[in-house]
């Protein structure tokens, strides 16, 4: 089955530590993203990609790092610099051309600062 | 800068009792407006992408409807696991990226 997966579904993180949030997609899209969902906020951008090896912040990118050196894959780090980092973070993947640039989306890692 | 704006932020129904949800949207050229639905704990599950004022879109007790400015969701004769966040996102012909508005939580009572 094509799809996106997020690993892992619960990640918990000490002050001051960097951590890595996988996602890997089979869907042959060229576009991926990352969004953090905070209650009450909605889905806000913090980074995309559209193609390999080149990315761009989106509108909380601060904390944040990501990179693209395959395709399917899209990691994202949150750094010690990211002085909240406790929420749901979702990733998500497009294709290109009408009819097809619906964002399919992975089921979240939880974060939570410990 | 586009804007998304979802109303209400909260509606409770009867099982049975038919209402709309509400997005109101401004940006720079509209590529496409999507809906989706989520559930707690879980990634939102695409629903419909409208591209064009005066389409609509329909999918068992939902049915998706968009002008220039706004697009409203339909649901008839909801049932209670039709209960779940609906959120409304627009994708500008700028790029591809989505751009979301904060959801209505919809809860559906027997």
């Known amino acids: 089955d094509g799809g996106i997966t997020q690993s892992p579904k619960y990640l918990f993180r000490k002050e001051g530590q960097n951590v890595t949030l996988s996602c890997e997609q089979n869907l042959n899209h060229d576009a991926m993203y990352w969004y953090r969902q905070d209650p009450g906020q909605g889905l806000r951008l913090i980074y995309y990609?559209?193609?390999?090896?080149?990315?761009q912040k989106g509108d909380i990118a601060e904390g944040y790092s990501v990179s693209r050196e395959k395709k399917e894959s899209f990691p994202l780090t949150v750094t010690s610099a990211q002085k909240n980092p406790t929420a749901f973070y979702l990733c998500?993947?497009?294709?290109?051309?009408?009819?097809?640039?619906?964002?399919?989306f992975g089921q979240g890692t939880r974060l939570t600062v410990v | 800068e586009d804007q998304v704006t979802q109303s209400p932020e909260a509606l409770r129904l009867q099982e049975g009792e038919s209402s709309s949800l509400n997005c109101s949207y401004t940006v720079s050229g509209l590529r496409g407006l999507f809906w989706y639905r989520q559930d707690p704990g879980k990634g939102p599950e695409f629903l419909f992408t409208?591209?064009?004022a005066g389409e609509e879109k329909e999918k068992e007790r939902l049915k998706a409807t968009l002008t220039k400015k706004e697009s409203f969701l339909h649901i008839t004769a909801p049932k209670p696991e039709d209960s779940a966040t609906y959120l409304c996102?627009?994708?500008?012909?700028?790029?591809?990226?989505?751009?979301f508005g904060k959801g209505t939580s919809l809860l559906v009572t027997p």
């Open positions: 998500a993947s497009t294709g290109r051309g009408r009819g097809n640039t619906e964002a399919f």
């Open positions: 990609s559209q193609i390999v090896n080149d990315f």
């Open positions: 996102a627009v994708q500008a012909n700028s790029g591809y990226a989505l751009n």
């Open positions: 409208l591209y064009s």
